[in-house]
C-alpha cells in the first residue's frame, strides 16, 4: 500500500477538506515512518511519525492511501521530541481525545441514544457525523457537570440495573472519530484483507508475552480472567478497531469469527505490518 501524510485545516473544531488537486503543496516530504494504533475501549486513535520537516505543535495532519484513496485517519500534533540532529518525531491524537477536555451537563428525557450522541457534540461544538448507526433504545438520566467522554461510555454500556433505559443496547456499537467526526459504528466484517498471519501470540495483560502457539488464559488487571490473541499480519489499514475477520487456520487453532479489539500499525517505507489483537465472537457470552 502506498501511504501519504498530509498538513491539512483544522479550525473551529473542524477539518478543512483537503484539496486533493493541492495535494504536492499539502504534502509532509521525508517521513520515514508512521505508527497509529486504536483500542475498541478508547474513543481516539494515537499516532506518531519521523521527519526532518519542522512542523508547527497544533497542526493537522491526515494519513491517505493512494491504493484505496482513502483517508486512514485525521488527527491534530500534540508534541514532538527531536530524536536526532536532523529528525523530529511527532506525536498526536484524533479529534477523540477532546471530548477527554470537554465537562457540561447533559439532560436526556427519553432521548434515543443516536439523539443523545447529537445532542452531546451540539453542545459541546463537537463535530459528528450525518450518518450514525441508529439505536432507538431511549435513555432518562442527568449527568451533572461530567466529561463527555465518560458521559458517552456510560451511554453505550446500558446498564439495565439503573432501570434508565427503554430496551437494551446494541453491545455492538463503538465510538470512532478518526475521520475527523465522531462516529456511532457497529461491528463490521472484513473478508478480505491484504497479507497473511505471520505469528501468533497468548498475551497476558500483566505480564510478558508469552511463547509462540502457547494457549493461556490471561487474568486482566480486574481479576477477571480473559482470552485474547495477539497476531501479526502483513499490514492493511483496514484491520482496526470494531472489524470482525474471518480466521480459518488449523496451525494457529484459531477457527471461526474473531472481532480486533486492538491493533498497531507501524509503517516504514513500503515495508508495513499490523499487530492485532484479537477475540473470538461469543466466547464470553453466557
Known sequence: MTYELHNIIFENNRFVERDKNKSEQTKIENVFEVNWSDNINNNFLSFDFTTNTD????????LYNKDDDAVVFRGIITHSIRTQKDRVQYYGYDIGYLLNKCRDTFDFKYVKITDALKKICNDINFPISSNLVKEDTELKRIYRNKCAKDVISDILKG???????????NQNLFIDCSSGELELKEYTRVENLYGKISNLYRVNSMDTIQDKFKITHI??????????????IFGDYRARKGV???????????????????SIHIIQGVTEKVEIFIRELGRFSS
Open 55 to 62: 512542523i508547527k505543535l497544533g497542526s493537522a495532519v491526515e
Open 159 to 169: 446498564d439495565p440495573k439503573l432501570n434508565n433505559y427503554s430496551g437494551p443496547v
Open 219 to 232: 487474568i486482566s488487571p480486574e481479576g477477571v480472567k480473559e482470552e485474547q490473541d495477539k497476531l501479526t
Open 244 to 262: 470482525i475477520i474471518p480466521i480459518n487456520n488449523k496451525e494457529l487453532n484459531l477457527n471461526g469469527d474473531y472481532l480486533i479489539e486492538q
